[in-house]
Structures are given as structure tokens and as C-alpha cells.
């Protein structure tokens, strides 16, 4: 089974009860996503683990190469239990306890128990993303926070808070985040998603537990805290992918900043050769509507016109109506404006540091230039960890990208990339005999056709792992 797509730009869905059926998954995939994402944020372990082993199921039995996205939840901070029909009005007080009680109008439930040592007088607490606002009145630095509501509204139970203020001193990864590391470990996921990254400290503990376990998965950090932006650089040189979460984002940061934010991330992933994704309410009106709003569409053709490598579907498959119709109306939108779009290619980002990557990330660079100076129809790379893969995509080239490797497990996690597709090939004897067996392959594909000019890139002798020394350009037979 294949994709009926063959996009530049990725799609990943999240699943949810909405999709994690085997019927459906069969038909998302159709439909064009590459990477499904498992939200640890909701349902139990069973159920995650039932559904990446169903994913790798499908993989097997239908020769795909679909990708698990395993996000954890973080320190997501929440009020408990509230009482039906609870309201409040702008200038009410509201009270905050880290005691559980059930909630109202007055006095709500906080499941963060360092929040009155956190907060101080005159910071803002957002709930339900933003919708209430109140301000800090005072804190007994033990248990209570009294508030004066800002703008009111409905207060609802297990609502997500934000505090866009307040430097918090919980932990990135919680208690619950490493039992559900050991689960994506244990089920061999290909990314993980970590949530609410302040610094590039957050993304080297993650990576220390990772490398403990022998894990090939790598990190996506997800954008979400306005420590995060004023870290960006260094986060972005730790981790190996990012997701702007504009969701907490946009209520952590002033709303009218997130564009450009989101421009400017992009963009210094691109550089550093890093997969952006571009993640939440990018077509939210399709949970309940068969088509999107003209703004949506919009939504996704910026973020296919800004070079992100992948576009993100939350609530629209976890609990939508239509997790298959969604995938198909993002999946043309992206079609659409890829056939009248070209990305700028980044071939003036040459390599400058001569450290011991120079010489394969020249060869990268090359390779990129020269392919689309030939119009040739492929770059073709055989790779042992995906490192030519995503260097090769980070300079945009109008050529497509046709990557070999051993790893089945570095095949899948190469579905996240942009303009990268993968196939195993596990027959590296020599270079001259494996370039012999790919070209086949990818001929016996319909990849490429008889008197097509690609550009090959390797190392020699080719069991010189992490040193891309080769770049020709050969005339398929």
C-alpha cells in the first residue's frame, strides 16, 4: 500500500477514538499521513501500546513506512473538578488551593502544588486557553492564591491553566512523563514529543534516558513557553525536530506574535537542518464540518510556503467526525500549493565550520545545487544513521530525495522529513554493486525512468559510516 500522495510537505495525525481502528488507520494513510501521533496526554498505557503495535502491524503487512510520534504530556497544569453550571464575572474573586476540593465559583482546585510559592502578586493566570483571565491578588506562599477575574466565563472542569508570568519549578519531565517514556521505549517508537521545553537542558535529560535504553528514537521539542522562544537557538541545536505548539503558545505569548514566531522558528530550522512541525487548530473546524474554513486553508498553505517539513491534525482525527475526509482535504491543500509554490532553496547556507561533518555536509550542499542545476530527477543517498537525508532536505532542492538504508527503524523516522522518501535496502557489499541495486529498485518503483539523470551521493568505501566523501551524476539505463 502507498500513499496517493507523493508531497513534499508531511501530514501527522493524531489518533484517538475518532482513528486508532485498523480500517481507518489503512485509509488515513491512503489518504496521505506519514506520521501518526500517540498522545500520552489522554487514555491509558494498554491502549498506546495496542495502537503502535497495530501501526507496526500495518507497516508489515502493507509495506509502509509510517512513523510513531509518541508526546508526552509534561507539566501540564490543570484545576480539578468543578461544579455544573459554575460562572464567573469580571471583577469576582476567585480562589486557588492546592487542596483537593470540588470547585466553584469561588474556590477551584490547582493540581500544581508548588503554585502559591510559583506565583506572585500582579501575574496573570489563563484558564481553558485563555477564554478566563484573573490577576494575583495574593499568595499565603503555602496553599491559597486569591484572584480578581479579568475577563469571565464559564469554569469548567480538568481545564488546562497557563501562566504565562510565572517562572514554574516543576520539572519539564513529570513523574507520569517517565513511566510513559519506558512504554515508548519498550514499544519502539521512531520521535517523542517532549511538551512545555523551557532550555536545552529540558532536551538533554530527555536525550540521557533515551541513549540509556539504546533507543534510536529522536526529540521533537514542542514550542510552547516564552522561555522556550528566548532559548530557541540553543534548543534547536539540542533537539532533533521541533513542533510550534501554537495552542499553549498563543495563550503564553500575545496571540499577534505567534506569526511570526512561527515564520522565524521555521526558518532557523531550515538552517540547522532540523524538521519543523507546525501543530495545532490547523483545520479545527472539520471535527465537526466536512470542509474547512477559507482561513484554515490559508493556515496550511502559509506553513507549506514557509518550508515546514510537516503540518499537524490534532482533535480533527483523535476525536473528529471525519479523520480520513480531513487528511484528504489537507493532504490537496499542500498537493495544490506545492504545484504552484516553489520553496526558495537554501543553496546559499554553505557549510562554513570545518569541524568532522564538513566534508559530508559540503557534499550535501552540492549535491542539492548541482541536482537542481542538471534537472535531474533524484538525489540519490544511502545512509546508516539519516543524517545526508535531513541535510540534504535542509537546502530545500526542487529535486526529489530518495534515501536507502538498513535501519527499518530510521526508514520510518525519515516520514517526518520533508521531501525525503525512504526505502530498506540492506545489501551494502560494495558502492558501485549497491548504487547497481538501487537504481532498480527505485525504476521497478516508477520512481525514476530509463535516460533520467540523478545525482548519487556516498561514502567510499561505503562501510565508512558518517564520512559522505562520493557525489556523481549518472544517466539511469
Known amino acids: 500500500m502507498k500513499s496517493e500522495t507523493s508531497n513534499n510537505t508531511k501530514i501527522v495525525a493524531t489518533l484517538g477514538p475518532a482513528s486508532w481502528h485498523k480500517e481507518v488507520l489503512i485509509e488515513m494513510i491512503k489518504a496521505g499521513v506519514n506520521v501518526f501521533r500517540v498522545n500520552f496526554s489522554h487514555g491509558d498505557h494498554a491502549t498506546h501500546r495496542r495502537t503502535i503495535q497495530l501501526i507496526k502491524q500495518i507497516n508489515a503487512e502493507h509495506n509502509c513506512k509510517i512513523a510513531v ?24 474573586l476567585l480562589r486557588f488551593t492546592t487542596n483537593k476540593v470540588k470547585g466553584t465559583a469561588d474556590l477551584v482546585y490547582m493540581n500544581y502544588a508548588q ?52 517562572k514554574v519549578s516543576l520539572p519539564c519531565l513529570t513523574k ?6 519506558v512504554v515508548a521505549m519498550e514499544e519502539g517508537v521512531e520521535w517523542i514529543g517532549l511538551s512545555f521545553v523551557r532550555g536545552a537542558a529540558d532536551v538533554h535529560e530527555l536525550r540521557a534516558i533515551i541513549n540509556e535504553f539504546g533507543s534510536f528514537a529522536k526529540i521533537v521539542s514542542k514550542i510552547e513557553k516564552p522561555e522556550a522562544v528566548d532559548d530557541i537557538d540553543n534548543i534547536i541545536n539540542a533537539t ?26 521555521v526558518k532557523k530550522c531550515l538552517e540547522k537542518a532540523k524538521p519543523c512541525i507546525i501543530a495545532t487548530q490547523m483545520m479545527e473546524s472539520m471535527i465537526e464540518s466536512q470542509s474547512p474554513t477559507r482561513a484554515e486553508v490559508n493556515d496550511v498553505a502559509n506553513s507549506v510556503c514557509d518550508g515546514a517539513d510537516a503540518v499537524m491534525l490534532s482533535g480533527e482525527t483523535s476525536v473528529g467526525k471525519w479523520p480520513v475526509k480531513v487528511v ?35 557534499i550535501c550542499y552540492n549535491a542539492a545545487k548541482i541536482a537542481d542545476q542538471v534537472d535531474a530527477a533524484a538525489i540519490l543517498t544511502l545512509t546508516f544513521s539519516g543524517y545526508t537525508a535531513l541535510k540534504i532536505a535542509g537546502h530545500r532542492p526542487k529535486t526529489r530525495i530518495i534515501v536507502f538504508t538498513a535501519n527499518q527503524h530510521i526508514m520510518n523516522q525519515l516520514s517526518l522529513v520533508w521531501g525525503v522518501e525512504a526505502f530498506y535496502y540492506a545489501g551494502m557489499d560494495s558502492t558501485d554493486r549497491s548504487f547497481g541495486d538501487i537504481e532498480q529498485i527505485i525504476k521497478d518503483s516508477k520512481s ?12 567510499m568505501p561505503i562501510g565508512e559510516k558518517g564520512l559522505t566523501n562520493m557525489l556523481k551524476i549518472v544517466t539511469i539505463d
Open 448 to 459: 525514476v525512468s530509463s535516460g533520467d539523470l540523478v545525482v548519487k551521493i556516498a561514502s
Open 69 to 92: 510520534l509518541a508526546d508526552l504530556q509534561g507539566p501540564k497544569l490543570r484545576v480539578g473538578d468543578v461544579e455544573e453550571g459554575a460562572v464567573v464575572k469580571e471583577g469576582d
Open 176 to 181: 507520569k512523563d517517565l513511566e510513559d517514556v
Open 115 to 166: 503554585f502559591p510559592q510559583d506565583v506572585n502578586t500582579g501575574e496573570h493566570i489563563l484558564l481553558d486557553d485563555g477564554k478566563l483571565m484573573c490577576e494575583v491578588l495574593e499568595t499565603n506562599k503555602k496553599d491559597m492564591v486569591v484572584t480578581r477575574v479579568i475577563q469571565g466565563g464559564p469554569l469548567k472542569s480538568k481545564k488546562g491553566v497557563n501562566l504565562p508570568n510565572t
Open 240 to 265: 532533533d525536530s521541533i513542533m510550534v505548539a501554537r495552542g499553549d503558545l498563543g495563550v503564553e505569548i500575545p496571540y499577534s506574535a505567534v506569526p511570526m514566531v512561527q515564520k522565524m522558528i
Open 328 to 362: 484528504e482535504t489537507m493532504a490537496s491543500i499542500v498537493a495544490n500549493v506545492e504545484s504552484r509554490f516553489n520553496i526558495s532553496p537554501l543553496l546559499d547556507n554553505e557549510p562554513s565550520i570545518k569541524n568532522e561533518r564538513y566534508i559530508t555536509k559540503t
